[in-house]
């Protein structure tokens, strides 16, 4: 399995940004797709995550904010960033958890300037 994360930029306090993550490979019809992110100096953190029924789940520092989907026929998940703020500033990393083993992509930078 590989994921291939972009999106990822420059912006501006308030903008947005839409991450995608394109699964490959042996891809189960069960399985869980997400977005954690690392700020530097700080431990990896689920920002939010989408069940393949679509069942979502979100950090409280984004929801209201952040909108998670995803499209089954493409493996796709996707990260919508509203209302951007420099504490959203991090590397965010896709994950696919399937089957009880986890999946990362490479990551794609975020950075929120102020």
């Known amino acids: 399995v590989q994921l291939q994360a972009s999106g990822g930029g420059l912006v501006q306090v308030g903008g947005s940004l839409r991450l995608s993550c394109v699964a490959s490979?042996?891809?189960?019809?069960?399985?869980?797709m997400g977005w954690y992110r690392q700020a530097p100096g700080k431990q990896r953190e689920l920002v939010a995550n989408?069940?393949?029924?679509?069942?979502?789940n979100y950090a409280d520092s984004v929801k209201s904010r952040f909108s998670i989907s995803r499209d089954n026929t493409k493996n796709t998940v996707y990260l919508q960033m509203n209302s951007l703020k420099p504490e959203d500033t991090a590397v965010y990393y896709c994950?696919?958890?399937?089957?009880?083993?986890?999946?990362w992509g490479q990551g794609t930078k975020v950075t929120v300037s102020s």
């Open positions: 994950n696919l958890v399937q089957r009880g083993l986890d999946y």
């Open positions: 490979g042996s891809i189960f019809n069960m399985n869980v």
């Open positions: 989408i069940i393949n029924s679509g069942r979502t």
